[in-house]
């Protein structure tokens, strides 16, 4: 499985392009995640050869950096990062497995 393609490259913001958006409005544009592991990465920027911006969710989870080539060379227990295929571009404070680092203001937005 190809983790970059050529429509997830053409979409992503360039390294800094976003660095004015506040982490709950940047858009991830692409999730990689391992199938026997407990890591997942939310790619918000790429710098167009390797290296990712974006949330990486795991022991020590937080915002930062992560490397398309390491990734891509991962294998544990006979697998390898895959790419969430229906995953669709969404902010930050939209995805629901981020939904704890934007909590809802209760007075201003309906709780269901």
């Known amino acids: 499985m190809k983790l970059m ?23 991830i544009h692409a999730k990689y995640f391992h199938p026997w592991g407990s890591y997942t990465w939310y790619a918000t920027e790429f710098d167009g050869t ?28 006979g697998c390898k990062v895959e790419r969430d295929l229906w995953f669709d571009p969404i902010q930050a404070k939209e995805c629901h497995e981020l939904s704890h680092l934007f909590p809802v203001d209760e007075e201003e937005h309906e709780v269901c």
């Open 50 to 77: 390797d290296i990712f911006f974006g949330y990486v969710k795991g022991m020590h989870s937080e915002w930062g950096y992560f490397s398309l080539k390491e990734m891509e060379e991962t294998v544990a227990m």
């Open 5 to 27: 393609t050529q429509e997830i490259r053409d979409r992503i913001p360039k390294l800094y392009e976003t660095e004015d958006t506040p982490l709950a409005e940047k858009v």
